[in-house]
């Protein structure tokens, strides 16, 4: 059996008195596509944070590809191959769409000089990313020229930018249109062909249901379920409490 | 532009600025560019922090006087060596005093630049108004240090009697025209290092953090690491910038030294000019600076402040991102990117 790229054991997280996450065990295998499902406030998004060293857990511990997370900056995880999306996106909106890839280029993949910037093969691999995200004509534009998913789809090049192992796309299909959506999907299988694990946060059932190979499920910061989507959907407990009776 | 053609260029511009300073004859010029020149350094370092990557420092008068008042204690252990250098260190250092003011200015950017780390580990956990709050709270405390500190003159300060001048490279220059070049040298160097990190790996990590830290960190910038560089140049250049003022000035003492005009100047200037662009500090400070010396001379220098509020209202009110965010607007308006 391949060992687990992400190892998360017994973590929990709480907000003062509030519980956000308890006992949460998940393993994701190298290459897999896992959907993450939940219903608002079940600690998704508070889990990749976790995960992805933005908030630090109380309890339990993070594991990437065999070495232990807990107490890593985020930087560090991104530098180790784990990287993000976010719910909603943030791009760096004083530069311009390529720098905006440039950025993990120059701090993640090519860590040379403090004082190295522009060598021609960064300018390259920018406009492939964006070539293959479908941003290449607006490369000098800023972020705030960008439509809603122009702007999603930046935010998934950036994360791709620093060549992830893991890449975890935090609702990147929130707010767009049936073929916004199609193109995000085609966007994130062409990704996982290329070896990239993918978990895939999502409200939107059709786009997760076609996406994942697994399916876990929180609810109020407990994984109540974790398995293929087609038994997991139909799991009472997730029908009790995420899809409602 | 390479950076290397850019500082050459710099350093050409300020040989131009000399000379004709020197062929105008008045001292008066070297008096007041000495003062625009000053505030060209320190707009410069106040924009590496607050510019680039967004901490707004409300510290500066407190690094330039780090920079001051490390001149006169070595000012003073100078002209008292064989006092305060006793013991065979002390005649081992003997020889090096006294110091000349270019070797103050590089002792006064180290001591002004570990205080500038120093201060960077403590307070850049914090964010917004909370930093700028702990970055006054650094000038209080530094200020009360030194009004109790007899050895630099404490509270009733500290003469310097300067030469009447020296000779540099075979030119006699009078010790104002000294100064002055010695201030054009630092501008020069402050503006290529602002350059240098604005084109570089190390300024699209500062401009991260100036837009969204979190978004940052997940991109793989090592945000602390990098605003601990940021306090550690602006504070260094803040510190070279107060280094030779107690020759200009010839006596020097805390509540000047500490002043507001330092605060309130080197915010308002990139705030004026623009702060994402190393030009920005520099077109602020020469405006600011040159009406500053015109109304002290014209009207009075109590209006020096009211000026800079002035201005920076009006630019906050029409035009937010400063002179350059208004050419960047216009080429915008017509198709340049």
């Known amino acids: 059996m391949t060992a687990p790229l992400l190892e998360v054991k017994g973590l929990a997280k709480r907000f003062g008195g509030f519980v956000a996450l308890e006992g949460i065990d998940l393993d994701v295998a190298p290459g897999e596509r896992l959907g993450l499902i939940g219903p608002n406030g079940s600690g998704k998004s508070t889990l990749v944070n976790c995960v992805c060293g933005t908030l630090y857990n109380e309890m339990g511990t993070v594991r990437f590809a065999g070495q232990a997370l807990d107490g890593l900056p985020a930087h560090q995880r991104t530098h180790m191959g784990l990287a993000r999306s976010f719910q909603l996106p943030r791009p760096f909106v004083s530069l311009s769409v390529a720098d905006n890839l440039r950025v993990p280029l120059l701090y993640t993949v090519r860590r040379r000089s403090l004082l190295i910037s522009s060598p021609a093969d960064l300018d390259e691999r920018c406009f492939e990313l964006l070539q293959q995200v479908g941003l290449d004509g607006k490369a000098r534009r800023r972020p705030s020229d960008l439509t809603q998913v122009e702007m999603r789809k930046l935010e998934l090049a950036r994360a791709i930018a620093a060549e992830p192992k893991l890449l975890i796309a935090d609702e990147a299909m929130a707010g767009l249109s049936h073929s916004e959506i199609e193109d995000i999907i085609a966007l994130l299988m ?56 | 532009m390479r950076p290397w053609k850019f500082s050459l260029l710099t350093l050409a511009a300020g040989a131009v600025v000399f000379a004709l300073a020197l062929a105008a004859r008045s001292d008066y010029l070297f008096f007041a560019g000495y003062v625009v020149l000053q505030f060209i350094v320190l707009a410069t370092a106040w924009n590496i922090l607050g510019g680039y990557c967004g901490y707004v420092n409300f510290g500066t008068a407190a690094f330039f006087a780090i920079g001051t008042y490390t001149t006169v204690a070595l000012h003073k252990i100078g002209t008292n ?37 120093g201060m960077g580990y403590l307070t850049l956990r914090l964010r917004g108004v909370f930093f700028a709050i702990a970055t006054l709270a650094l000038a209080v405390v530094l200020q009360t240090l030194v009004i109790n500190w007899d050895f630099v003159g404490g509270s009733r300060g500290a003469y310097i009697i300067r030469d009447e001048g020296l000779a540099v490279a075979g030119f006699k220059l009078g010790y104002i025209q000294y100064l002055f070049a010695i201030m054009l040298l630092l501008a020069a160097v402050a503006l290529s290092v602002a350059r240098l990190i604005e084109g570089s790996r190390l300024g699209y990590g500062f401009a991260t953090i100036r837009d969204d830290e979190t978004a940052a960190e997940a991109a793989g910038v090592p945000t602390l690491r990098l605003k601990l560089i940021a306090t550690t140049i602006s504070g260094a250049f803040m510190g070279m910038a107060g280094a030779p003022y107690p020759y200009y000035i010839g006596y020097v003492e805390p509540a000047g030294t500490f002043g507001l005009p330092y605060a309130v100047n080197s915010v308002a200037m990139p705030m004026i000019g623009g702060t994402t662009s190393w030009a920005g500090p520099l077109i602020g400070a020469m405006l600011l600076g040159s009406m500053q010396q015109i109304a002290t001379v014209t009207i009075s220098s109590a209006v020096n402040l009211l000026l800079v509020g002035v201005l920076l209202v009006v630019f906050v009110v029409i035009a937010p991102n400063g002179i350059i965010g208004l050419v960047l607007d216009w080429r915008r308006s017509r198709g340049k990117p």
């Open chain 1, 190 to 245: 062409r990704l996982n062909a290329q070896g990239i694990t993918i978990i895939l946060i999502e409200h939107i059932m059709r786009a997760v249901m076609s996406f994942s190979q697994r399916l876990a499920v929180l609810v109020s910061g407990r994984k109540v379920a974790d398995g293929k989507p087609e038994d997991v959907v139909n799991n009472p407990e997730v029908v009790r409490a995420y899809l409602g009776q």
């Open chain 2, 81 to 117: 060596s064989g006092r305060y250098l006793s013991g065979t260190a002390g005649e081992l250092l003997q020889p090096l005093f006294p110091l000349s003011v270019p070797t103050l200015v590089i002792l006064s950017g180290v001591v002004a630049g570990v205080i500038g780390l």
